[in-house]
């Protein structure tokens, strides 16, 4: 086989490269091709909130979502139907614990449920990590996308500002 220009920059570039210590590695093939993208969603899915935050409290809902369903979620209506504690998790595994929770939740048919993330008041970081990061997932596209229609403090007797109430659509009938 010729070589080509390639063959002589890659010696060049590798002159004086030595192996890496611990013996023979595998050696992975080329990358598989790209997956084609999925066409967007439609915008409902895909529309920013419309967030309401005051001072550590932040509510928002879906532009589709009116104004009364976000006060009735703050007052408690509807109760939560299941709640995941959060508490003693890093801010990575709280968010993705999180996200599971609300796509099994939607897929069973639940509508409201608890995402309780603590204040911070215990947090190696002397603040809260989880809260404010929890409350962004919920501001973004990804919440949407997982079925998040609205979202509120908790009322005082189900934590307060320790735990967040999240309403989900209902999940797409599936044809049998």
């Known amino acids: 086989m010729p070589r080509t220009p390639d063959d002589e920059a890659f010696e060049e570039a590798m002159r004086g490269a030595r192996p890496l210590a611990g ?7 080329p990358a598989p091709a790209p997956r084609p993208r999925a066409p967007a969603r439609p915008s409902r899915e895909t529309a920013a909130f419309e967030v309401d935050a005051s001072g550590d409290a932040v509510s928002g809902r879906a532009p589709d979502v009116s104004a009364a369903v976000l006060r009735a979620l703050r007052r408690g209506d509807p109760r939560p139907e ?4 959060l508490h003693g998790r890093t801010r990575d595994e709280g968010l993705r614990d999180a996200e599971r929770f609300l796509i099994r939740s939607r897929a ?3 509508r409201a449920v608890l995402v309780i993330h603590g204040r911070g ?3 190696e970081a002397g603040a809260a990590v989880l809260r404010p990061a929890f409350a962004a997932w ?3 596209a990804a919440a949407a996308r997982a079925g998040v229609m609205a979202f509120a403090p908790a009322p005082p007797r189900s934590g307060g500002a320790g735990a967040t109430v999240v309403l989900l659509r209902r999940a797409a009938r599936q044809e049998p």
């Not at 013996?23 to 093939?29: E, M, Q």
């Not at 299941?82 to 504690?85: L, S, T, W």
């Open 23 to 29: 013996g023979a590695r595998r050696v992975a093939g």
């Open 82 to 85: 299941a709640e995941i504690d």
């Open 108 to 110: 069973e048919g639940r």
């Open 121 to 123: 008041q215990n947090s």
């Open 138 to 140: 919920l501001a973004s």
